[in-house]
């Protein structure tokens, strides 16, 4: 949850922060990220994007190093992103399970914070059979559940904006939602996101 936001109507203006995307496995952060980044300008940063521009495949970081390794180069990343003053007008978009990570979830208390919201129906098709993804194996479909179970109460509990993504909705609309709520968010107004069901 974020401590910046709203500014106290006398405070000299609080720099821009990137906003952080959040969400379980497939439910269209970078996808959303990247279509803020073409449709209002954001600069767009992916969390795994630029670990493997650095460190190659997910699959191979995680066959060859284990899952703890990735989850500090995660946390490395997102920490570096954060302080970097050239994606100050980023839409951020991290890993699935980067909130679980505690340096992680403590870092993003203290930013603007959007929740990606989906229902199964929605996420299951576009993970089904996957064999790439390392947490997801070898059931997808069973292992999206077990860690969205897991998971939840950590992207609810970060979330200052919550974003309907049920329903197979578009990108476009999903979209005009967050611009909308991150324009409210940062001229002091409390976010109104209506509650969806997943
Ligand atoms: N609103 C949408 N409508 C239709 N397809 C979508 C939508 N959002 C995402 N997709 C599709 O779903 C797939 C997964 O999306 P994306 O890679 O953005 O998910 P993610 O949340 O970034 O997942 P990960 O946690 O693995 O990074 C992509 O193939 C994308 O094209
Ligand atoms: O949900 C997760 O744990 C993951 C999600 C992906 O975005 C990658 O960060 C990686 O495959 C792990
Ligand atoms: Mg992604």
């Known amino acids: 949850m974020n ?3 709203p500014a106290p109507a006398d405070a000299a203006p609080a720099p821009q922060r990137p906003v952080v995307l ?3 496995m497939a ?4 996808f959303l990220a990247l279509h803020m980044s073409k449709f209002y300008g954001y600069d767009f940063v992916d969390a795994d994007q630029v670990i493997v521009s650095r460190h190659g495949v997910i699959p191979k970081i995680f066959a060859e190093h284990g899952e703890k390794y990735f989850r500090d180069l995660e946390a490395d990343t ?3 992103v954060l302080r970097d003053p050239d994606h100050a007008n980023a839409i951020f978009s991290v890993g699935g399970g980067a909130p ?3 340096s992680v979830r403590e870092m993003l208390r203290h930013e603007l914070v959007a929740y990606l919201k989906v229902d199964t129906e929605t996420v299951l098709p576009r993970i089904s059979g996957n064999r790439t993804r390392p ?3 070898p059931d997808p479909e069973r292992r999206w559940q077990e860690l969205y179970e897991a998971r939840r109460g950590c992207y609810e509990e970060l979330a200052d904006i919550t974003l309907d993504g049920t329903r197979n909705r578009p990108v476009a609309e999903i979209g005009a939602d967050l611009e909308a709520a991150i324009t409210r968010l940062r001229s002091g107004a409390p976010d109104t996101t209506q509650e969806v069901q997943a």
């Open 27 to 30: 439910a269209g952060k970078s």
């Open 22 to 24: 959040i969400g379980p």
């Open 3 to 5: 401590a910046q936001f």
């Open 100 to 102: 679980m990570t505690p």
């Open 78 to 80: 997102i920490a570096e």
């Open 135 to 137: 947490m997801l194996q």
